[in-house]
C-alpha cells in the first residue's frame, strides 16, 4: 500500500491511527499541502478532488478518510473499528460523521484560504470561524457521549472510529487554541487513546514529514 | 419509526429516498429549519447536535444522514444500497463523502447565515461561495464516475448510496442557480433515477411540509 497523506492533514491522521490499529504498514509519500503538491497533475490523476489522503493498493486508489478506514475495517477485520451491534455502529458512524461532516469541511485549508483570500477575513475573522465550527461540533460531541455509560474510550474497552476522528480534531482544536475545557469526557478518551502507541505513533509530530 | 426532517434539507432527502427505495414507511414530523425547530431544548434533547434529521427507532434516536442509511442497509439488507465487494463499497463511500463531507457542509443553513451575518456577504457573496464549494465537489464526483464504465446510476445498474446523495446534491445545485452544464455524466444518473418512483416521491416539493 502506499499512502498519500500529510503529517498535519486531519484526515491524514486519521488514517495513520487505523493502519497502526490494524498492524499494517504502508510506504508514505508526503504531499505538502502549504506547497500545493495536492493540486498538481499527478496527485489529481491520483485524486480528483485533489486533497489527501489517497491510498493505492492493488492497482486501486481509494480516497475519502472514512471511507478508506471502513474498508481496511472489511479487509482486515481485526481488531474491528466498528462495534457488531447495527444500533452501536451508527452511533458510533454518526460521532465519526459530527465530526468529518460537520466540523472538518470547516477549518480545511482551502476554505481558511477562502476566508482569508476572497473574504479578507484576518486572523481574528478567522479564529471566530473557527472557534465556531469546532466548539459547536466538540460540545455535539460531548453531548453524544454524555448519554452513555461512562468507558476509557468512545464507545467502549476498545478504541474505534470515533475515537480515530476524535483524536485528530483536538488535536486540531489545540493547534487553532480552541479551548476545550468544556469538554470532559473528549479529554478524557483523548489521553486513554494518546496512552496507546497506535495513536501516539501516528501523532503529527512523529511523521517524516513534520515541519 | 419516526423520522425528524425538512423537506428542502438536502440530508433528510437523501434519507428519503433510502425509506422509499427499501420501501419502509415511517412517521414524519416535520422540523421548520427557517422557524428555528431545530434549536429547541425538545429537538436538543433527541439530536445535541440540533440538525436534522434525527430518526427515533425502538428507543434508539439516530442521527447524522449517512449513518442512518448504512444502519437501514445493515437491518434491512433488501435491496443493498452498496455493492458487495469491498473495493467498490470503498469507491461508493468515497463518492458519497465528496458531497456529504466537502460539498453539503458548505452549503448548510448555519454556515450561510454565519456568512450574511457575521462576514457581512450579501446575495452575490454567498453566490460566490456556493458556485465555488459545489462547482468543485461536482467536479470531482463527474471526474470519479468518469473514470468508471458507462452505467445508468452511478456504480452500476441499480442505484444505491452515491445516487442518493448526488439526487439531493444535484438540486440544490439548481436551487442556488449552481450551472451543471459541465457535469453530464452527474446530469444523467440525476435523470435516471429521477424517473423512478423511490427518488421522485422523495423529492423536496413532494413533501407535506413543502412551502
Redesign the interface.
Known amino acids: 500500500m502506499r499512502f498519500h497523506g500529510f503529517f498535519r492533514s486531519s484526515s491524514s491522521y486519521r488514517c495513520r491511527i487505523a493502519f497502526n490499529l490494524k498492524r499494517l504498514s504502508y510506504a508514505f509519500v508526503s504531499t505538502p499541502l502549504r506547497e500545493g503538491a495536492h493540486r498538481t497533475a499527478a496527485f489529481r490523476a491520483l485524486n ?4 489527501v489522503p489517497a491510498l493505492e493498493d ?1 492497482g ?1 486508489v ?3 478518510s ?3 478506514i ?2 481496511l475495517d ?2 482486515h477485520p481485526t481488531p474491528p473499528l466498528l462495534p457488531a451491534d ?2 452501536t ?3 458510533v ?2 460521532f465519526a ?2 465530526i ?3 466540523v ?3 477549518q480545511n485549508l482551502r ?1 481558511l484560504d ?1 476566508l482569508r483570500q ?2 479578507g ?1 484576518d486572523d481574528a ?1 478567522v479564529n ?2 473557527l472557534t ?1 465550527w469546532i466548539g ?2 466538540l ?2 460531541c460531548e ?2 457521549l454524555s448519554r452513555r455509560p461512562e468507558s476509557p474510550f468512545c464507545f467502549g474497552e476498545a478504541p474505534g472510529l470515533a475515537d480515530i476522528c476524535l483524536v485528530p480534531q483536538m488535536f486540531s482544536a489545540d493547534r487553532f487554541g480552541i479551548d476545550t475545557a468544556a469538554f470532559p469526557r473528549l479529554r478524557a478518551v483523548r489521553i486513554a487513546c494518546e496512552a496507546l502507541p497506535a495513536f501516539a505513533e501516528a501523532a503529527p509530530g512523529r511523521q517524516p514529514d513534520a515541519a
Not at 480528483?48 to 486533497?51: E, G, I, K, R, V
Open positions: 480528483p478532488q485533489a486533497l492493488g486501486e481509494f480516497t475519502q472514512l471511507a478508506i471502513e474498508w472489511e479487509t447495527p444500533a455502529r451508527a452511533h458512524r454518526a460523521q459530527v468529518a461532516c460537520e472538518h469541511p470547516l476554505v477562502y476572497e473574504l477575513q475573522g471566530r470561524w465556531r459547536e461540533g460540545a455535539a453531548a453524544l
